[in-house]
């Protein structure tokens, strides 16, 4: 009889949804007893209901599985949201009262000043406001969110200088990839030998203010935010997947590229001490390699889960800038939440 | 009999010289009569010696014209130089010594102290480098040079707002055609689907110090460069012509989006006033719709001689963030030079 | 007071009525009066009600002008239909019959026994089958019809060769252009370094079809379907404009590949001579450059309206083969519709 | 001590030379001990010979091997041959000569009389021409052949329906990828939003031929060739890896498309018998989703071996059509060798 822990995804359906799934395939500490989605899909099979875009194909015993409706009830003790922030806001809600442990990719509750919006090697931390959160809301669940997929490229690789040097004012223009508007998401005939210079949904006001709550330190029972400014210019480009990111940042203590590759390239925190399941060996790779990274060689770095960094130079406005490259389905997106909770269950919360 | 000016092109065979071949067909002022090139293709007629990669056909009475070799005996006032930066300066010399007037937009002597590097609707005084040039060299001749591809968005998008406001810092991260990459530049395996974040040949030290140049102010018989810093990020993204750049400006004087956007639209300057015949109506167009400039929407705007100024707004980090994009082959190569050349036809000095 | 024909756009505010919109500005014979789209657009004026998307902005007089519900009462002789086939039938029926000329780019009519399926240069005879349409649906207008998009290129390559050595099979593999589609089409993602190899909507099936009622002869009140087979292959690139495709051919009569190469370059017909003001000097185009032609190169050949034919060669298992390409939204569309228009204008029909 | 077959590899450097040390790694019968390439190679380590561009890093242990010149002298029995055909004719000569077996996948020798044009799921009784080769001249090494990228696909999905119901005319259209045409290939300029319908080298003619003798019968000391009609148009469209191939084809006896099916579904072969280690598990996947095989998708079938087979339908023109995807540099380059290797050893030719 399995051991493991029993969680569900919200959402299944969708692309993150799909993402949860296939990463979930094979986990050795969870596994995924249910699906979830809207009442489009409820009550046919994961097979009939989704639209399968992975590159793997649908877990052999999923493929007839019912599809339930996103309503406590579920027979799991974790559930993966990879809800539409349309939605999302509520049905999270109602599953944290009804005493799952929620873990979100969608964006409603990350600035939620109770809400963990955690990132396991720079925050862990923040775990300590679910003590909080339940216990002015009366929740005997909890919500626990990633970052945006544009977030955390950035902070996976300001938050170790900031550590060392403090980060006082950044500015990062993005490249994203396609995948990061959702499915079907742009069309191709926009795409086709072009550029589009706006990403909505309020994407560069994430840029600015999650990096200064994960970075932030607990204050009580709070989060005091990092006192750091950033300035955030996106853009999507026709990428598959991976977002590319130029950032120039101005450090409080002067560090020279050297040090500043040093200090990222050795970068380790918990999950890595920990040993979790979808750590990668390192959160950051610093590539000396003057054209790279590139998103479809380096997206992959640590089976997607590790940011890599190159063209680390000497900024003439600031101090440092480079480029950072993640992969905004995987540590972007499921794969945060999946290593979110691998920390939960290593720190002994569900 | 024509009265038109005998022009020349060095490098005809090239990528920028095909599209000074193409610019240049039916011109008011200008008459191609000379076709150079290198010692390869010399002797050859011009269809024969070129892969002709303009979407006009080669002009009817140039296909059969013998190449000349770059040397001086052309018979020609005038010659614009499409050449190599591994060949270009001493075959320039060369010309300017023999007594023509060589309108280059090759990178070799843009810095030059006694070089104009001339964007006529920016600093059109500065042309009066060339009495010094020729005093100093003892040219009868003269080279005057026009910016960098990537240079020209940025710089007619800060230059009015250096004049109006001074411009201090500037971080520049740019999303740039393939084309300014010259032909065959990328091989099409590593560009589908990617992103490169590196642009070879000096490209961000070039962004980096030709503004200043350029926003500079005659000082006696010198250039005295902007006091400015600009810190520059260059990508190649798969898109044919026009480039992108995404812009965080600090200010000498506070100004509002609006202020910024109104001194933008308004620009107009001395080829506008001289009705240059390459020049735009409008230097700058400002567009409100949140999603553009776009590459592939954009950039033949003003024949492609404007730049396109959108998403104006606070910067966070400084005072004031845009997008600016703008025709790397037209505005930003072979057109600017012939606008240089219609700036110095237009003040009698050729 | 303009002396021209009042004409309005069924469906003006999608793609393809886009595109009507844009190539009769300025029209020579035919004024642009009425602009019509469903009941969600009705009301609104152009401006608003449409997602722009020609490289052409919307001609300043229709910017403001009221849509209309696309019901008779249009203050116009020609109505142009670029509606959905879900419901272009009954629409542009209830137009005939109230004595509008329609012409039409939808398929719900083509293949009907008493309707043209023209193409001026092909068939301009079969026009005779709109006295049997008027007088068996007791209508005072009429409806004519232009091919599909991917027919189009292929009629035009086979026609010539029919009429001069027969043509007994045919088999066409296609790769056609994301606007095909419509708008949005596909997803981005699904198309970057992708082909998808099927096109839905019975595009096979038409392009096995509606040539042979194109090519046939009218017999009494009826087309006599050529005696031709058709297998067709359609595949979707990332192409912005133009459909290619790679025809092999079995004639009646053998013919090298100079004599299909000489018919094709020399072939000629009514509106050429008649001038019609869409009419392209040649309708097809011959290359002997051994990679042409090229969507990005050659699609606007002859303003759109000309097919561009290379590589014609003999063909190991068939007597010749060739590639053919054509603009689908100019000559495979709207341009295809307005030049029907112009025919039956010239012939006095409306 | 390692019991395996050393193996070297005969243009290391280049596009298909870093496929077979790629997919020479670990490899369980062979050891790759060799790297040989061109004179300016020689003597360098592959690390810094070679613009690496797979996606797994260089084999450690092969980083800082030196590269030795392309003579007979290498330490090993079989050598793989990536070299261009501008040399590979006489250098593979050299080795066999020299007693090594040159598995090649260059064109030079595939259609000699005396040399195995071999697929080992259709001919492997082809490999007893190698014994007049030997016999022929005077050599006690031999050369073994894999077909062009482009006819193994073709091949692979014709041959069941030969063996079962014979090919008698096939019309073919190709969509190759960019890969094919070998590193740096296209100009990315030249296929952003294109098709280019011309690949030169010959391609047609390969696929028209190779597939005769390699579905050809052993005939005494020599090959019959398979009484068979191929016509070939190829194209080459903006993807990275993977063939796509429209196939039209009449059959010796009819058969449904269901018939078709089950038949390549059902088809295995020498290699699966004997559990080659690069075999696939089936040589041909049939798909019946509508719009599938796409070279994203499917590209690695069966780790790149397996071709995959959709859209199987009745043709108007001849019985039976489809579509085939093959990885064209696994499958079609660097794998195919492989296997044919992996067969001469299990059948104790090596």
């Keep these: 009889m399995s051991t493991k822990i029993k969680v569900g995804v919200l959402g299944a359906t969708g692309a993150v949804g799909q993402k949860f799934v296939t990463l979930l395939e094979d986990h050795p500490w969870f596994e995924l007893t249910e699906l979830a989605a809207s009442d489009r899909s409820a009550g046919k099979t994961y097979k009939d209901a989704t639209a399968w875009r992975q590159y793997k194909p649908i877990p052999e015993q999923l493929k007839n599985q019912a599809i339930k409706p996103c309503e406590p009830g579920l027979d799991c003790r974790i559930v993966f949201s990879g809800l539409d922030s349309s939605v999302a806001g509520e049905i999270e809600k109602g599953f944290a009262q009804a005493g799952y442990i929620v873990v979100s990719n969608s964006r409603n509750h990350r600035m939620d000043e109770d809400v963990p919006l955690l990132v396991p090697e720079v925050n862990p931390d923040h775990l300590a406001l679910i003590k909080s959160q339940q216990a002015k809301r009366g929740w005997s669940g909890a919500i626990v969110t990633n970052p945006n997929c544009s977030t955390?490229?950035?902070?996976?690789?300001?938050?170790?200088?900031?550590?060392k040097f403090g980060v006082k004012r950044v500015v990062v223009v993005t490249m994203q990839a396609l995948?990061?508007?959702?499915?079907?998401?742009?069309s191709a005939i926009d795409m086709v030998g072009?550029?589009?210079?706006?990403?909505?949904?309020?994407?560069?006001?994430?840029?600015?203010?999650?990096?200064?709550?994960?970075?932030?330190?607990?204050?009580?029972?709070a989060v005091r935010f990092a006192d750091c400014l950033i300035s955030a210019h996106t853009n999507r480009v026709s990428v598959e997947d991976g977002h590319?990111?130029?950032?120039?940042?101005e450090l409080g203590k002067k560090a020279t590229p050297?040090?500043?590759?040093?200090?990222?390239?050795?970068?380790?925190?918990?999950?890595?001490e920990l040993r979790l399941p979808s750590a990668p060996e390192r959160p950051v790779i610093v590539t000396d390699q003057r054209d790279r990274p590139q998103p479809r060689f380096d997206r992959d770095t640590g089976n997607g889960m590790s940011a890599v960094?190159?063209?680390?130079?000497?900024?003439?406005?600031?101090?440092?800038?480079?480029?950072?490259?993640?992969?905004?389905?995987?540590?972007?997106?499921?794969g945060a939440?999946?290593?979110?909770?691998?920390?939960?269950?290593?720190?002994?919360?569900?």
Tied chains: 1, 2, 3, 4.
């Design 152 to 163: 955390i490229g950035l902070v996976l690789a300001l938050a170790p200088l900031h550590q």
């Design 179 to 186: 995948s990061g508007a959702g499915y079907p998401g742009h």
């Design 194 to 221: 072009n550029v589009i210079p706006f990403i909505g949904g309020g994407e560069e006001e994430k840029m600015e203010t999650e990096p200064l709550k994960i970075m932030g330190s607990m204050d009580g029972n």
């Design 244 to 249: 590319m990111e130029c950032v120039s940042v």
């Design 258 to 272: 050297d040090e500043v590759a040093h200090v990222l390239a050795n970068f380790s925190s918990l999950p890595q």
């Design 309 to 334: 960094v190159g063209r680390i130079r000497e900024c003439p406005v600031f101090d440092i800038r480079f480029v950072v490259l993640s992969h905004n389905t995987i540590r972007g997106a499921a």
């Design 337 to 350: 939440a999946i290593l979110n909770a691998e920390l939960m269950k290593a720190k002994e919360m569900v």
